[in-house]
């Protein structure tokens, strides 16, 4: 199985990309072995049939979805792919420049614009960009949602 990385690393957070229609479970939950969340504010989104995966590691971002996100269906596939590819492109281009930004920006994210990661990617993906930027006050480009 051919599993794409995506990599955001800030502190304890690393994410995987998949491509999964599946309903996130609430934090401490667990449910089939297709979706589950583990210990330590984890959120793990895999099925061994799909060729992505999304893994999340990071306090504090489970609480910020089930609480303070836009729920799924507000926005489209489209407007989360629009937004990630913006934010995505400032994120690449702040990891390389350390000395500016600090060691907020570790790991480069390989996200391909061409590829279609479906809705819960894009919708997981915008939302940790989102939560990434209300909690550390940076802006990637264009207005935040003040979720």
Known sequence: MKKFILAICISFLVVLACNTQKQ???S???TSTD??????????IANDE?????IIIDPGFTGWLASRA????????AYFETKNRIWINEWNSR???PQRYGDLYQMRIDYDPSIDYGYEVNYLIYN???YFQLTNRQKLG?????N
């Open 70 to 77: 836009r729920p799924r269906g507000y926005y489209s596939q």
């Open 28 to 30: 401490g939950s667990q």
């Open 128 to 130: 940790y960009l989102v």
């Open 50 to 54: 799909l060729e992505y995966e999304v």
């Open 95 to 97: 990891v390389i420049q």
């Open 142 to 146: 264009g207005v935040v949602p003040q």
């Open 24 to 26: 996130l479970p609430q």
């Open 35 to 44: 979706t589950n969340t583990v210990a330590n504010d984890t959120v793990r």
